[in-house]
């Protein structure tokens, strides 16, 4: 595993593109319409949210380049990046959408208020290529996480709105705690691995 630093930007856009197509089916993207409509705008958003982990120094990726993860210690994501997505975000996605998006995320946005006063790392994503799906990567990514946090002695936090990786990581040891159902009929599931812990 290595962290994803100093890459060009064509290097950089590709990545973008495959993580961006790995999520353009996700639940979090309900409010943008079914899957062929909301593809720019997936995209769009998936460009500017990668950017801004990329930015921060919290990017790493499998060394054969089929699988990327966010992570980051609590208190490690920096406010400019952050800035800087929002404001791509703005000009590149239709307003109306983008009120709607973040609408949801602000109902379901604090389900890990339990463990966020605890050392944790939050996982800011998940992705496997589509191209290499279902050869294991996805659980590689999951493992360097895990030993990240033994590390760190902190928990990990995962957050997903497709019940199919809430199982996924559930099955890698991860314990459900919390579900939101948002209004728009949308589930934010949020779990946590806590390694040989065995506090709160």
Not at 70 to 86: D, N, S, T, W, Y
Not at 150 to 156: G, H, P, S, T
């Amino acid at each position: 595993m290595e962290k994803v630093v100093n890459v060009s930007k064509k290097e950089l856009q590709e990545i973008k593109a495959i993580i961006g197509e790995a999520f353009i089916s996700n639940e979090l993207f309900h409010e943008f319409g079914d899957i062929e409509s909301r593809r720019d705008s997936v995209l769009a958003y998936m460009e500017a949210y990668v950017h801004c982990v990329y930015e921060s120094g919290l990017l790493y990726r499998t060394k054969d380049k089929k699988g990327y993860i966010g992570l980051a210690f609590a208190g490690e994501e920096r406010f400019l990046p952050k800035i800087k997505m929002l404001g791509k975000m703005l000009k590149w996605i239709p307003f109306a959408k983008l009120k709607k998006l973040l609408h949801f995320v602000r109902q379901v946005s604090d389900g890990n208020r339990q463990y966020q006063k605890q050392p944790h790392i939050d996982v800011l994503l998940v992705c496997v290529d589509k191209m290499y799906q279902g050869q294991g990567i996805a659980g590689k990514l999951v493992e360097y996480a895990k030993e990240m946090s033994q590390e760190k002695e902190a928990l990990l936090l995962f957050d997903t709105d497709m019940e199919d990786y809430a199982k996924m990581y559930q099955h890698m040891g991860c314990s459900l705690y919390n579900t939101i159902t948002a209004d728009n009929g949308v589930t934010r599931y949020n779990l946590v691995w806590k390694g040989n812990r065995n506090d709160g």
